[in-house]
Protein backbone atom coordinates (compact mmCIF):
# COMPACT_ATOMS: atom_id res chain seq x y z
CA UNK A 1 0.00 0.00 0.00
CA UNK A 2 1.56 3.50 -0.95
CA UNK A 3 2.30 5.57 1.92
CA UNK A 4 1.53 9.61 2.03
CA UNK A 5 4.80 11.07 1.64
CA UNK A 6 6.16 14.84 3.07
CA UNK A 7 9.36 16.98 1.18
CA UNK A 8 11.23 19.38 2.64
CA UNK A 9 13.71 19.16 0.09
CA UNK A 10 16.46 21.82 -1.10
CA UNK A 11 15.27 23.60 -4.10
CA UNK A 12 18.03 21.63 -6.14
CA UNK A 13 16.52 18.58 -5.87
CA UNK A 14 12.65 19.33 -4.62
CA UNK A 15 11.13 19.53 -8.33
CA UNK A 16 13.01 15.65 -9.14
CA UNK A 17 12.16 14.31 -5.42
CA UNK A 18 9.07 15.11 -5.63
CA UNK A 19 8.53 13.32 -9.31
CA UNK A 20 10.10 10.52 -8.57
CA UNK A 21 7.70 10.00 -5.38
CA UNK A 22 4.99 10.33 -7.09
CA UNK A 23 6.22 7.72 -9.53
CA UNK A 24 6.58 5.35 -6.67
CA UNK A 25 5.15 1.80 -6.09
CA UNK A 26 5.54 2.70 -2.38
CA UNK A 27 4.21 6.25 -1.51
CA UNK A 28 2.95 9.61 -2.94
CA UNK A 29 3.14 13.44 -2.24
CA UNK A 30 0.80 14.25 -0.23
CA UNK A 31 2.26 17.64 0.62
CA UNK A 32 5.88 19.65 -0.97
CA UNK A 33 7.27 21.69 2.09
CA UNK A 34 9.09 24.98 1.71
CA UNK A 35 10.72 24.73 4.81
CA UNK A 36 11.70 22.66 8.01
CA UNK A 37 8.78 24.90 9.79
CA UNK A 38 5.83 23.44 7.00
CA UNK A 39 7.28 20.05 7.50
CA UNK A 40 7.03 20.10 11.14
CA UNK A 41 3.53 21.32 11.50
CA UNK A 42 2.37 18.63 8.78
CA UNK A 43 4.11 16.17 10.62
CA UNK A 44 2.08 17.25 13.76
CA UNK A 45 -1.26 17.37 11.91
CA UNK A 46 -0.62 13.55 10.63
CA UNK A 47 -0.59 13.92 7.06
CA UNK A 48 2.47 11.98 6.26
CA UNK A 49 4.40 8.90 7.36
CA UNK A 50 7.19 9.38 5.14
CA UNK A 51 9.30 12.43 4.88
CA UNK A 52 11.86 13.14 2.29
CA UNK A 53 14.48 15.50 4.06
CA UNK A 54 17.56 16.98 2.32
CA UNK A 55 20.55 16.62 4.41
CA UNK A 56 21.32 20.76 3.81
CA UNK A 57 17.57 22.03 4.60
CA UNK A 58 18.43 24.72 6.49
CA UNK A 59 18.19 23.82 10.32
CA UNK A 60 17.92 19.84 9.91
CA UNK A 61 20.37 18.78 12.76
CA UNK A 62 19.58 15.37 14.35
CA UNK A 63 17.46 16.76 17.35
CA UNK A 64 14.60 17.53 14.53
CA UNK A 65 15.17 13.87 12.96
CA UNK A 66 14.71 12.20 16.23
CA UNK A 67 11.77 14.31 16.74
CA UNK A 68 10.25 13.43 13.48
CA UNK A 69 10.87 10.21 13.83
CA UNK A 70 9.44 9.86 17.45
CA UNK A 71 6.13 11.27 15.99
CA UNK A 72 5.91 7.96 14.26
CA UNK A 73 7.69 9.18 10.37
CA UNK A 74 9.81 7.24 7.89
CA UNK A 75 12.80 9.70 7.28
CA UNK A 76 14.45 9.09 3.57
CA UNK A 77 17.12 10.85 3.38
CA UNK A 78 18.31 12.97 0.32
CA UNK A 79 21.89 14.75 -0.41
CA UNK A 80 23.39 16.43 -3.09
CA UNK A 81 25.33 13.49 -5.96
CA UNK A 82 28.82 13.02 -4.37
CA UNK A 83 28.23 14.54 -1.17
CA UNK A 84 29.70 12.24 0.96
CA UNK A 85 29.74 14.47 3.77
CA UNK A 86 25.78 15.18 3.52
CA UNK A 87 25.16 11.61 3.17
CA UNK A 88 27.27 10.68 5.95
CA UNK A 89 25.71 13.20 8.21
CA UNK A 90 22.36 11.78 7.57
CA UNK A 91 23.31 8.29 8.54
CA UNK A 92 25.25 10.05 11.73
CA UNK A 93 21.55 11.32 12.29
CA UNK A 94 20.04 8.33 12.30
CA UNK A 95 18.56 8.37 8.86
CA UNK A 96 18.28 4.06 7.28
CA UNK A 97 17.38 4.89 3.76
CA UNK A 98 19.33 7.63 1.54
CA UNK A 99 19.45 9.10 -1.89
CA UNK A 100 21.09 11.18 -3.82
CA UNK A 101 19.14 14.33 -5.58
CA UNK A 102 19.45 12.33 -8.66
CA UNK A 103 18.54 9.22 -7.81
CA UNK A 104 16.29 6.71 -10.06
CA UNK A 105 13.09 5.27 -9.43
CA UNK A 106 14.70 2.39 -8.92
CA UNK A 107 17.17 3.19 -6.01
CA UNK A 108 13.79 4.85 -4.25
CA UNK A 109 11.97 1.98 -4.51
CA UNK A 110 14.92 0.42 -3.28
CA UNK A 111 15.74 2.81 -0.47
CA UNK A 112 12.23 3.17 0.34
CA UNK A 113 11.97 -0.62 0.69
CA UNK A 114 14.11 -0.77 3.33
CA UNK A 115 12.93 1.90 4.94
CA UNK A 116 9.56 0.86 5.18
CA UNK A 117 10.74 -3.19 6.24
CA UNK A 118 13.95 -2.88 8.36
CA UNK A 119 13.15 0.79 10.75
CA UNK A 120 10.33 1.24 12.91
CA UNK A 121 8.83 4.96 12.44
CA UNK A 122 8.95 6.41 16.37
CA UNK A 123 12.85 4.41 16.61
CA UNK A 124 16.10 6.15 16.27
CA UNK A 125 19.13 6.56 17.93
CA UNK A 126 18.92 7.31 21.67
CA UNK A 127 21.41 6.97 24.63
CA UNK A 128 20.21 3.16 25.27
CA UNK A 129 20.26 2.46 21.31
CA UNK A 130 23.08 3.56 19.40
CA UNK A 131 23.34 4.33 16.26
CA UNK A 132 24.84 1.70 13.36
CA UNK A 133 26.11 2.16 10.38
CA UNK A 134 27.78 0.59 7.73
CA UNK A 135 31.86 0.78 9.00
CA UNK A 136 32.69 1.60 5.13
CA UNK A 137 30.70 4.98 5.95
CA UNK A 138 33.02 5.78 8.96
CA UNK A 139 36.56 7.82 8.14
CA UNK A 140 39.56 5.70 9.18
CA UNK A 141 39.37 7.88 12.24
CA UNK A 142 36.17 7.13 13.31
CA UNK A 143 36.71 3.20 12.68
CA UNK A 144 40.14 3.25 15.17
CA UNK A 145 38.28 5.70 17.54
CA UNK A 146 38.16 3.87 20.71
CA UNK A 147 38.33 5.60 24.28
CA UNK A 148 37.73 9.05 24.07
CA UNK A 149 40.86 11.21 24.46
CA UNK A 150 41.31 13.52 26.95
CA UNK A 151 41.13 16.41 24.63
CA UNK A 152 37.67 15.53 23.93
CA UNK A 153 36.20 15.44 26.79
CA UNK A 154 37.78 18.65 28.66
CA UNK A 155 35.06 21.24 29.89
CA UNK A 156 32.28 18.50 31.43
CA UNK A 157 33.51 18.28 34.56
CA UNK A 158 34.46 21.42 36.87
CA UNK A 159 32.31 24.63 37.67
CA UNK A 160 29.34 24.94 35.11
CA UNK A 161 28.85 21.19 34.20
CA UNK A 162 25.81 21.01 35.91
CA UNK A 163 23.06 19.99 33.93
CA UNK A 164 19.99 22.68 33.29
CA UNK A 165 17.47 23.81 30.89
CA UNK A 166 18.78 25.32 27.45
CA UNK A 167 16.06 28.38 26.39
CA UNK A 168 15.40 28.86 23.00
CA UNK A 169 14.03 32.25 22.24
CA UNK A 170 13.52 32.80 18.37
CA UNK A 171 12.09 36.34 17.42
CA UNK A 172 11.60 38.84 14.36
CA UNK A 173 15.02 39.33 12.15
CA UNK A 174 16.84 42.11 13.41
CA UNK A 175 14.63 43.28 16.04
CA UNK A 176 16.26 43.09 19.36
CA UNK A 177 15.19 41.93 22.64
CA UNK A 178 15.99 41.28 26.22
CA UNK A 179 15.69 38.23 27.95
CA UNK A 180 16.05 37.52 31.83
CA UNK A 181 16.16 34.03 33.65
CA UNK A 182 16.07 33.23 37.35
Avoid: F, N
Amino acid sequence: MSKPALTAVTHQWESAVASLLGQSSHAYVAKRCADLAELLGCVAAGQGEIAAVSSDLRGVDASVIAELMRQGVHILGVYRPGDDEGRLQLARWGVHAVIPGDASLEALDEALSLLLTTTRAGGGATADEPLLVPVEWLDADEQDAGEPKEAEVRGLEGPGSEQGKVLVVWGPTGRRGALALR
